[in-house]
């Protein structure tokens, strides 16, 4: 019951922008932190940054400063704000539920051309 819809990815140039999103439902979303991974093929998926109930946002050393990780308790939504990208940001990007192992969505594709 579940769901994880991610949007907002797409290809853009080194140095630009895109702002993700994660509709979340099936949970009271408020209660639960929130994580923005991404999977790069014939690589781990890695954690990129992650929001706690409290707004409390962390960020992997490779994204720090360029992304920002956002939540609106009202539309059960996450955000992804990715600035200054670098091709070697291109992968898939999924939201997580932090305390829901193993469930994902879709994902969205985020290209970054060189």
């Known amino acids: 019951q579940v769901q994880l819809v991610e949007s907002g990815g797409g290809l853009v140039q080194t140095g630009g922008s895109l702002r993700l999103s994660c509709v979340v439902s099936g949970i009271i979303f408020r209660l639960y932190n929130m994580d923005w991974y991404r999977q790069a093929p014939g690589k781990q998926r890695e954690l990129v940054a992650g929001?706690?109930?409290?707004?409390?946002?962390t960020y992997a050393d490779s994204v720090k400063g360029r992304f920002t990780i956002a939540r609106d308790n009202a539309k059960s939504t996450v955000y992804l704000q990715m600035n200054s990208l670098k091709p070697e940001d291109t992968a898939v990007y999924y939201c997580?539920?932090?305390?829901?192992?193993?469930?994902w969505g879709r994902g969205t594709q985020v290209t970054v051309s060189s």
């Open positions: 997580h539920v932090k305390l829901i192992n193993n469930f």
């Open positions: 929001i706690n109930t409290g707004e409390t946002a």
